[in-house]
Each structure stands twice: as structure tokens, then as C-alpha cells.
């Protein structure tokens, strides 16, 4: 069992940034691809971006694409979302998943273990 703990969340005006983290307390993590995904209320739970497990690939969802950038620190157990250029579309809940699976996916079914999500709210 993984325990994902998100961090880093909050109420930004568009245009404006947050980092969000993931850590694994305890548990080394570079045994998977770690993930980020985000559901807004109503709409299903949609892929944002992954990294590779040593974190030399990238993978993003054309929405966040040159905004967004994933990063990982393994010796942190930890990985990061730096999210730039906020727009209220971006408002929802932000979940870190770890998909033991190879290749990389970027459906919420190929993870193996989710953290609780973090809220991000981006006013206009």
C-alpha cells in the first residue's frame, strides 16, 4: 500500500500560480509513474500530466500543455505540479495517483493508488 498525501492547494486569481506536492511518507515511490489528475463538481475525473518513473518523460493534457510543468524528486518521495498562467476552467479538485503499470497511461484506471485531493479554486 502507497499513501499519497497532496499538498498545496488553494483560491488564486487567473493569471496567477501554485505548486502542488505529493508526497509518499515512509514509502519510496521511483517504482512508479506518478500522475496528477482533477475533477471539477459534475464532470468526470480528467488526466492533467505524468512523469516517467526517474522522470526523464513528460506527458501532459493539451488543456494545461506550456502552463503546467510535473516535476519529481525521488529522493524526496515527492512529486510537484507548478501550475502557471491560472484560469477559472482550472478550478477543481487535484488528485496524485502512482500507476505501477507499464507503458505511461493517462487513464485513472491504470493507477494503482490515488491521494485524498487537494482543492484549487481560480477566480476571475
Known amino acids: 500500500q502507497v499513501q499519497l498525501v497532496e499538498s498545496g492547494g488553494g483560491l488564486v486569481q487567473a493569471g496567477g500560480s501554485l505548486r502542488l506536492s505529493c508526497a509518499a511518507p515512509g514509502r519510496t515511490f521511483s517504482g512508479y509513474i506518478m500522475g496528477w489528475f482533477r475533477q471539477a463538481p459534475g464532470k468526470e475525473r480528467e488526466f492533467v500530466a505524468a512523469?516517467?518513473?526517474?522522470?526523464?518523460?513528460?506527458y501532459y493534457a493539451d488543456s494545461v500543455k506550456g502552463r503546467f510543468t510535473i516535476s519529481r524528486n525521488n529522493a524526496k518521495n515527492t512529486v510537484y505540479l507548478q501550475m502557471n498562467s491560472l484560469k477559472p476552467e482550472d478550478t477543481a479538485v487535484y488528485y496524485c495517483?502512482?500507476?505501477?503499470?507499464?507503458?505511461?497511461?493517462?487513464?485513472?484506471?491504470?493507477?494503482?493508488?490515488w491521494g485524498q485531493g487537494t482543492q484549487v479554486t481560480v477566480s476571475s
Open positions: 512523469i516517467s518513473r526517474i522522470g526523464i518523460n513528460t
Open positions: 495517483a502512482a500507476d505501477s503499470h507499464l507503458p505511461y497511461s493517462s487513464l485513472p484506471t491504470s493507477y494503482d493508488y
